[in-house]
């Protein structure tokens, strides 16, 4: 995705048409590489984001130095609305999970375009409402279901946005996304092999058995 396409993102799309041009003149353009920091944890609030393509992991790191996943950013979706907001520090690390494109536009652009053009700032606030029903819907996931489920529920959302049955999956991700340690994702990893369910690659899986994880997953 190229900046000249965000005309049809579908944030932007609540906007109206001046307010949409408003914001689409002042993106900027960055390239980020693997594994890059977008933004720490604490730092200042300095511009609102949107992956034009690759990917952004938000996470949080242990005291034991284990990192936890809360979610990811792909290709069309917008970022760092709280710290615009409340005017407060990044709540979260951000780093890209592979090379990454990024529409970057700065906080006081972005604090001077809704306050000439407040849907903009709606549509700030329905960002925060949908980011904010999602952290809730991964709490729910942390108390309802066991790390084998949610590492499961993480392999099929893969799945479903991959074309392919090899996923770029290591078991130190799949921990963070379960929020165990990789030596107990790689337990779990071991007995699913076991069982037929995948076969492991470096730094891969492939998916020999969707039907069991969807069992899994579904209780």
């Known amino acids: 995705m190229q900046v000249d396409q965000l005309v049809d993102n579908p944030w932007l799309a609540q906007l ?7 914001l689409l003149k002042v993106i900027k353009h960055r390239s980020f590489l693997k594994n890059q920091c977008v933004h720490s944890k604490m730092s200042p609030g300095d511009a609102l984001y949107c992956v034009l393509s690759g990917e952004v992991r938000i996470s949080a790191t242990t005291s034991s130095g284990e990192e936890i996943v809360f979610t ?4 069309g979706q917008w ?11 990044r709540t979260h690390d951000a780093y890209t999970t592979e090379e990454s494109e990024l529409a970057i536009i700065p906080k ?8 000439k053009h407040p849907d903009v700032y709606q549509a700030l606030v329905n960002l925060l409402c949908l980011h904010s029903r999602q952290a809730f819907s991964a709490i729910d996931d942390f108390l309802l279901f066991t790390p084998a489920q949610r590492m499961a529920r993480a392999i099929l959302t893969r799945l479903k946005q991959s074309q392919d049955r090899t996923l770029s999956l290591t078991q130190k991700e799949l921990g963070a996304v379960a929020g165990i340690s ?3 994702a790689n337990k779990i990893l071991k007995q699913w092999q076991n069982q037929g369910w995948i076969t492991r690659g470096y730094h891969s899986l ?8 969807i069992t899994l997953t579904a209780g």
Do not use: C, N, P, W
């Open 79 to 89: 970022f760092g609305e709280i710290s615009l907001l409340d005017g407060g520090s």
């Open 16 to 22: 109206s048409m001046d307010s949409r041009q408003a």
């Open 108 to 115: 006081h652009l972005v604090v001077k375009i809704y306050q």
């Open 182 to 184: 990789r030596q107990s």
């Open 72 to 75: 990811r950013f792909k290709h």
């Open 206 to 213: 492939t998916i020999e058995d969707s039907a069991a994880f």
